[in-house]
């Protein structure tokens, strides 16, 4: 299991195809948001502390934790990946693919043609 933090609105691509949002953050559980990159309406998934999803491409992901520290809070989110499946915070993937990878100006990035 690979745990990444993250922040609210911080995302994580996996496959070159999603992007998981953390769209709310509870004491109790979350809000993500997971939307195909070539566009589409994203689709909103509540989830507790301790709970799994399956969400695409064979990617399982736990809620291990909501934390609280100076900087506010953040989700500690563990993912199940195929060897197969690339999965990148947003911000690394940015750098490695560049913002005019996005098709359609998905993942809040402005197409550039």
């Known amino acids: 299991m690979v745990i ?39 689709s909103l998934s509540p989830i507790g502390i301790g709970d799994s999803i399956d969400i695409g491409l064979g990617v399982r992901m736990t809620l291990v934790e909501i ?27 940015d750098d490695v693919r560049g913002p005019s990878w996005y098709p359609h100006g998905a993942g809040g990035e402005p197409s550039p043609n």
Do not use: H
């Open 4 to 42: 990444l933090s993250r922040r609210l609105n911080e995302a994580v691509v996996f496959g070159d195809r999603f992007i998981l949002t953390v769209a709310r953050l509870l004491l109790e559980g979350a809000e993500l948001t997971i939307q195909e990159m070539t566009g589409g309406p994203p």
């Open 67 to 93: 934390g609280i520290g100076s900087c506010g809070m953040k989700a500690r989110l563990g993912f199940d990946v195929p060897a197969n499946i690339s999965l990148y915070r947003k911000e690394v993937w």
